[in-house]
């Protein structure tokens, strides 16, 4: 719906819904959650919206797509209460939840492009040599423990040699281990390396990631874009509302 209604102008719940695609249900679900501002009534009990209601209407729709529907309707709330520092710091907090995003698809990226192919050894079937516990902390310029630290927080899973029960580190594993120290280098906690690396093992090796980091990339970008058009919707509907 455009922006070009007078001032007083009465709308009916289907005039809301029509420019937007939306049900007359929907609108008035919208307004019983405190996404629109309570609206009129005719003197038969009938809803009437306004150009402040279209204006709220633009700005929840334009918040939702950076922000998801639940963050989006707190912050419309809190608005239509009257508590815009509350809306301020909902839209603070999904700025800086991106942010955190990013600041982790930038860490796996750097990871990636930091790790250095391993030797192949001719002895081993896959074309690198299984490890030891102790050639591989000594490999990586760390101690055995902190390999059994990662085991336990599941960033890596070698298996059991069945003669001696030393664990044994296969391919896989060497790769797990390789990304594990590159982003414990960079400041990551365990519990905040061990998705990305169940990430790595569902795509089937880090060749595969990289089009999921790509798609990860893109929707890091679109969705700050979408907090651009959000923002610049929301401070419309606040000029409009005073």
């Not at 402040?52 to 700005?59: F, K, T």
């Not at 942010?99 to 030797?119: G, I, M, N, W, Y």
């Not at 423990?145 to 069945?162: I, M, Y």
């Amino acid at each position: 719906m455009g922006r070009n209604l007078k001032n007083g102008e009465r709308l009916r719940p289907v005039d809301l819904a029509r420019g937007h695609g939306l049900s007359t249900q929907a609108i008035r679900n919208y307004e019983e959650a405190g996404i629109l501002p309570a609206a009129g009534r005719t003197p038969h009990g009938y809803r009437t919206y306004t150009s402040l209601h279209a204006g709220a209407l633009r700005a929840f729709l334009a918040l939702v797509p950076g922000h998801g529907h639940q963050t989006a309707t707190s912050i419309m709330r809190a608005v239509n209460q009257g508590a815009v520092d509350e809306a301020f710091r909902l839209i603070d907090e999904s700025h800086t939840q991106l942010l955190d995003d990013r600041r982790t698809l930038q860490a796996v990226e750097s990871a990636l492009r930091d790790l250095e192919p391993a030797t192949p050894e001719p002895h081993s079937a896959s074309g690198l040599a299984d490890r030891f516990i102790g050639p591989l902390a000594e490999e990586l310029g760390i101690r055995p423990a902190t390999l059994r630290k990662w085991e336990r927080a599941g960033l890596v899973s070698p298996r059991r040699d069945p003669l001696t029960g030393y664990r044994v580190y296969d391919e896989s594993d060497v790769r797990d281990a390789r990304l594990s120290h590159q982003l414990r280098r960079g400041g990551y906690l365990l519990e905040q390396i061990a998705p990305l690396i169940a990430q790595v093992r569902s795509a089937g090796g880090l060749e595969p990631l990289e089009a999921a980091l790509a798609d990860w990339r893109g929707r890091v970008s679109a969705r700050g874009r979408a907090m651009l058009t959000g923002a610049a919707e929301m401070e419309a509907y606040l000029r409009e509302r005073g």
